[in-house]
């Protein structure tokens, strides 16, 4: 079955600490990763995504990830964090499946707080 | 950039109305999606649209009905709304899913009260 795994609900972190936060999927095809970013009551932005090539990705707001084919994760990461990086983070796996079957899975996200 | 609009940010409604909560995308993206957001719950797919008057299922549609009527509008209808469809509703829009992702509106708060 296709699925998301984000193992962790709630991670906190002080400021100027680095982060990671862990994805692990499950999917029959070539894999499309996605990570977005959900400030309180907004709707999600997209941070980061992978298609094929260099397995580290870099996205806005200075956040990466790396696709670990053997791993079968995709985990975000950012080397400092700045108060502002509070907000719910969810990753999404997709393929190219056309019609109906042309939809991202998301995982049920992880909240970030910071502390000062 | 892509603009996914949802015409209300917090809306109220009384059991047993009749709710509508619209969304358009300005570029001419065939799928659109709606979800909606619960604590501890995460994103949960109610309907879908891959192409104009065409919808699918997703995975909670019970209590909810769409229609597409046009590429550009995809709207969510809450046939009688209840107290347990209190939630946040967020609509998205893509050319390919796997390909570009989405782009989502700002979501709708709404309260059934």
């Known amino acids: 079955a296709q699925s998301v795994t984000q193992p962790d609900i709630h991670i906190t972190v002080s400021e100027g600490a680095s982060l990671e936060l862990r994805c692990n999927y499950s999917y029959g095809a070539t894999p499309y990763l996605f990570w977005y970013v959900q400030s309180p009551g907004q709707g999600l932005q997209l941070l980061l995504k992978y298609f094929s090539g260099d397995t580290l990705v870099q996205g806005i707001k200075g956040f990466e990830a790396e696709f670990k084919r053997s791993q079968s994760s995709f985990n975000l990461r950012k080397p400092s964090v700045h108060w502002s990086d509070a907000a719910e983070y969810f990753c999404a796996v997709g393929g190219l499946a056309g019609g109906a079957t042309n939809k991202l899975i998301f995982g049920t996200g992880t909240l970030l707080a910071v502390q000062p | 950039d892509v603009k996914v609009t949802q015409s209300s940010r917090y809306l109220v409604k009384r059991t047993g109305e009749k709710v509508f909560l619209e969304c358009v995308q300005d570029m001419d993206h065939e799928n659109m999606f709606w979800y909606r957001q619960d604590p501890g719950l995460g994103l949960r797919l109610i309907y879908f649209s891959y192409d104009v008057k065409m919808k699918e299922k997703g995975d909670i549609p019970e209590g909810y009905s769409v229609s597409r009527e046009k590429k550009e509008r995809f709207s969510l209808i809450l046939e009688s709304a209840s107290t347990n469809q209190t939630s946040m509703y967020l609509c998205?829009?893509?050319?390919?899913?796997?390909?570009?992702?989405?782009?989502f509106g700002s979501g709708t708060r709404l309260t059934v009260v």
């Open positions: 998205a829009s893509s050319l390919s899913a796997g390909l570009y992702g989405y782009t």
